[in-house]
């Protein structure tokens, strides 16, 4: 993995964000990432902590037979997208509140979608807050 800080203008603003180069980047799940062997969790539209996406849980606890089947279906999309030419990965520069303090990322696709909404408006994913309580059995 290797980071290249980068800029642009928007609106006479200069934001900064660093861009993120893997040699090799997989789907763990619906909503886990890996590049280079390394977690990552991607953050949709929304700020850390605020706002983002949610697919059904692929590995632990399950709170019904139909998470399992919806999961791997999510696990597959996020594989999909991830082949996508021209995808960049935006690093926040958070982590998340996990064991494994995941980066923080933004997965953006080449129209300028992030592949977090693209899961929400194909129906892999729910959108994220912090009340949000996942329930992908009703």
């Known amino acids: 993995m290797r980071r290249i800080s980068n800029g642009s203008q928007k609106d006479g603003l200069k934001m900064e964000y660093v861009l993120m180069i893997c040699a090799v980047l997989t789907a763990v799940d619906g909503d886990t990432v890996k590049c280079d062997g390394q977690l990552l969790r991607p953050m949709g539209d929304g700020a850390p902590f605020v706002s ?71 129906g892999f994913a729910r959108k994220w807050t912090p009340e949000y309580k996942a329930d992908w059995c009703s």
Do not use: W, Y
């Not at 923080?104 to 929400?120: A, E």
């Open 52 to 122: 983002g996406f949610d697919t059904p849980e692929l590995f632990g606890k399950k709170d019904c037979e139909a998470e399992l089947p919806l999961a791997r279906a999510a696990k597959q999309r996020m594989q999909e997208l991830l082949s996508s030419e021209g995808l960049t990965i935006e690093d926040s520069g958070q982590v998340d509140n996990t064991q494994t303090h995941r980066p923080l990322v933004v997965l953006r696709l080449p129209d300028g979608t992030t592949i977090g909404q693209r899961m929400i408006d194909e």
